[in-house]
């Protein structure tokens, strides 16, 4: 579960404010925001990477394809969220993909040119960008190890934490996560099944530990949470 004092830019930094090229003078015309439908893919495995993009509304899902052909789903994004930002590290070629998951799905995006440029001139910008793509990353590597080592149960309560500990909002023992994501989401991020998100939230539910509904997940106390 990663550590809350890593993430304290998520309360306190709106990166879309800041990197948006519409929020930025100047730049409102070189970088016009794109549309997509829904299910139509962002970019692809081995396309140019040398574009930044924000989600103005709607969602954002980053995965790849295994040997196999089974999907591997990384993170499911919403708005005021950036993804690609793995330009910033050197990566000439996707190796994911991106696609949008609703139909209004809006992004901006922003050359890897124009970020550095912004980066450069600006350097708390670079600081929680670099915080960013280090916490991005070290969530990766837990949920391969997640994967193979953790029961599907034991991966789910482990994501309601880390929800919890990134989005959660907490009134006195009580944590709320404001969430976007489906029993499918959940399943897809968590290398289970939709029907095994759904057994193991119920069951929390009747444990009086959660609550949720299509919006929100309440945490009755993250200590009684495993």
């Known amino acids: 579960m990663a550590d809350s004092s ?3 830019f998520f309360e306190n930094v709106d990166l879309f404010n800041v990197l948006c090229p519409h929020k930025v003078k100047g730049m409102e015309d070189e970088h016009p925001m794109t549309h997509f439908k829904k299910n139509q893919f962002i970019y692809f495995p081995e396309d140019a990477s040398n574009t930044i993009y924000m989600i103005a509304d ?3 899902k980053i995965g790849s394809y295994l040997e196999d052909g089974k999907e591997s789903v ?6 005021g969220e950036i993804f690609g930002e793995l330009a910033l590290t050197g990566e000439e070629k996707r190796q994911d993909y991106a696609q949008a998951l609703d139909a209004s799905t809006t992004v901006c995006p922003m050359t890897l040119e124009d970020m550095q440029n ?3 001139n600006n350097k708390p910008l670079s600081f929680k960008m670099l915080k960013l793509i280090g916490l991005r990353l070290r969530k ?10 953790k029961d599907a149960r034991t991966r789910i309560i482990e994501f309601l934490k880390d929800e919890a500990d990134e989005k959660g909002k907490k009134v006195g023992f009580e944590t709320m996560i404001k969430s976007h994501l489906t029993h499918k989401d959940i399943a897809a991020l968590t290398g289970t099944s939709r029907q095994t998100v759904t057994t193991v939230l119920n069951e929390l539910r009747d444990k009086n530990i959660i609550n949720f509904d299509r919006r929100k997940i309440l945490i009755r106390d993250l200590e009684l949470l495993a």
């Open 6 to 8: 890593e993430l304290w």
């Open 58 to 60: 709607g969602r954002v």
């Open 74 to 79: 990384k993170a499911i994004l919403t708005k």
């Open 118 to 120: 912004l980066m450069a």
């Open 140 to 149: 990766t590597e837990r949920r391969l190890e997640s994967l193979v080592f």
